[in-house]
């Protein structure tokens, strides 16, 4: 259903305020919604979390009046980003993470509200942040998204137009959900949809937390923003966190394909743990401590070895897909996410592609304060959605 993309003009959108812009490619997406409102009544700060937390950490130092945040509710946990706009580069302020004891067997995104809304704020309250503006993301498996192919009409016209033609694409009824578009040529318009139910459910988290959520966008064009930003060329990201692995597929700077797998972090954990008898926070250990490490005798590795041949196998089948269909030849493929952590992983997916994987890296395009590592690379894999959030236009 996918056209190819011309890329004369850069797409318009409209802000959540309902303001026609024009951005960069890499920011082409518009949020899905608008305002929560800062702050109002916020949940008991004393309330004690119903959950484990496996730790809070990380922050940083600096104050920045002009930051926002970009916060990524994950399934295993969550991850904010403060950045700062300092003639017109980004800077790291902060950054904080969530994480909830593997052993416990939760997700994070299915916490009570107040529960998401304490982590959050802990988060905020150890490590300091002061940023108020928030960038929050919606994973691409709880929405629907295509491209469709509309006439060249006004803002106002495809307002109109678009319902009635999302209806033939869109597998549950208009009123349960929360539609978007982005304008991505003469031809084609990007279309996002979200359960209201969702969309509600983030407005009321964000306000919990005291935050002022600006924008409401989808995982993917997060990462879009963080990992390719300019780059034209075929791309594919693989992001691989605590229960499912996304596939995207990237051209021109647009997102081309996706396919979410529901095979992650933890099902590696709890494949370690069957396999050699061992809990699930010993075998999260070994996991961190081994992974795929090409020495012999690597009973790690041998655990788990299945899951990700399994795992290569979807990316494999989405990108040959990709290439037959397009006849575009993918020239880049990006690992992110908690699990790219895992030692010797890139190695195994480069060899076992036979394609050359890399590193994402988002903080490319941010400026780190002193003291700060750039090539800390669990922030660059695990913060890339975050990131990506912050960075967006607001
Ligand atoms: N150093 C490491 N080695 C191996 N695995 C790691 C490492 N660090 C984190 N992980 C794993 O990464 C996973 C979490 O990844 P991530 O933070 O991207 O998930 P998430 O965004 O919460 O999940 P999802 O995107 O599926 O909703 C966990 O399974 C965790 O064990
Ligand atoms: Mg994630």
Redesign the pocket.
């Known amino acids: 259903m996918t056209r190819k993309m011309r890329n004369a003009n850069l797409p318009k959108h409209r802000d959540w305020r309902g303001n026609q812009r024009r951005h960069s490619r890499a920011d082409q997406y518009r949020s899905i919604l608008g305002n929560g409102g800062r702050s109002a009544e916020t949940a008991d700060l004393g309330k004690m979390l119903s959950c484990a937390i496996l730790y809070i950490t990380m922050g940083l130092f600096s104050f920045s009046p002009k930051g926002r945040l970009g916060i990524?509710i994950?399934?295993?946990?969550i991850?904010i980003v403060e950045l700062a706009k300092e003639s017109n580069r980004f800077k790291l302020s902060n950054y904080g993470a969530f994480e909830l004891d593997?052993g416990e067997d939760k997700m994070?995104?299915k916490l009570s509200n107040a529960d998401i809304i304490g982590g959050i704020k802990q988060i905020l309250s150890t490590t300091g942040m002061t940023a108020r503006d928030a960038v929050a993301s919606v994973?691409s498996f709880q929405t629907f998204s295509t491209t469709i192919t509309m006439p060249q009409l006004s803002e106002r016209e495809l307002a109109k137009a678009i319902p009635f033609e999302a209806r033939k694409y869109i597998p549950v009824p208009l009123t349960e959900v929360q539609l978007d578009w982005a304008v991505v040529n003469e031809k084609d318009v990007f279309l996002v949809a979200v359960p209201k139910e969702e969309v509600n459910r983030y407005r009321e988290i964000m306000k919990g937390a005291g935050l002022d959520l600006r924008a409401l966008e989808l995982e993917n064009f997060a990462l879009i923003r963080s990992i390719v930003g300019n780059d034209l060329s075929p791309i594919c990201i693989l992001?691989?966190?605590?229960?499912?692995t996304s596939i995207l597929i990237v051209e021109n700077g647009f997102q081309r394909a996706s396919h979410d797998y529901e095979i992650?972090?933890?099902e590696?954990?709890s494949a370690i743990a069957r396999s050699l008898g061992v809990n699930i926070k010993r075998a999260?250990e070994m996991?961190?401590s081994l992974?795929m490490r090409n020495i012999s005798d690597n009973i790690i590795k041998e655990a788990v070895v299945s899951l990700i041949n399994s795992m290569i196998l979807e990316v494999n089948k989405t990108i040959q897909n990709y290439e037959d269909v397009k006849k575009s030849k993918i020239v880049k493929i990006f690992l992110v996410?908690?699990?790219a952590?895992?030692?010797d992983i890139l190695l195994y997916f480069s060899e076992k592609l036979g394609r050359t994987v890399s590193f994402g890296n988002p903080i490319a395009r941010v400026v780190m304060p002193a003291g700060i590592d750039p090539l800390r690379l669990?922030l660059n894999l695990?913060f890339a959605?975050s990131i990506g959030l912050a960075m967006r236009e607001i």
């Open positions: 990524d994950g399934t295993s946990s991850k593997p994070v995104s994973p992001n691989v966190g605590g229960r499912s992650g972090g933890y590696i954990t999260e996991k961190k992974g996410g908690g699990l952590n895992m030692p669990s695990s959605v």
